[in-house]
């Protein structure tokens, strides 16, 4: 077992642990605005140590290429997402922390 074999089982079971971390966090907090921080951070960040580790198991250019892709797209896509989630949640007025009813905003 080789030194980019241990840092890829590493990055391997924390991009794992992450993920699981953002599942039960979306399973576990009850608004939407809650619920988009851990479909987010931690999630991204999950994903993103997988593409790592599977570079890291075969290090070559060709390899390189489409993770470099697939980390850019979900880094640009995932908080694109959020941020309309998040403005159409508050704009419909979705209830605010306290359960009380956030104001819709006008236009």
């Not at 959020?82 to 956030?102: K, M």
Request: hydrophobic fraction near 50%; proline fraction near 7%.
């Amino acid at each position: 077992m080789t030194l980019l074999d241990v840092a890829a089982a590493i990055c391997m079971i924390t991009g794992a642990g992450l993920c699981l971390i953002a599942g039960v966090g979306l399973v576990r907090f009850t608004t939407t605005l809650e619920r988009m921080h851990p479909g987010t951070k931690p999630q991204v960040l999950g994903v993103l140590l997988i593409l790592v580790a599977m570079w890291l198991r075969n290090p070559t250019w060709a390899m390189a290429g489409p993770l470099v892709v697939t980390g850019l797209a979900q880094v640009i896509t995932v908080s694109v997402a959020a941020h309309i989630v998040g403005r159409a949640s508050y704009q419909a007025g979705a209830p605010g922390e306290d359960g009380t009813e956030l104001p819709p905003r006008e236009s």
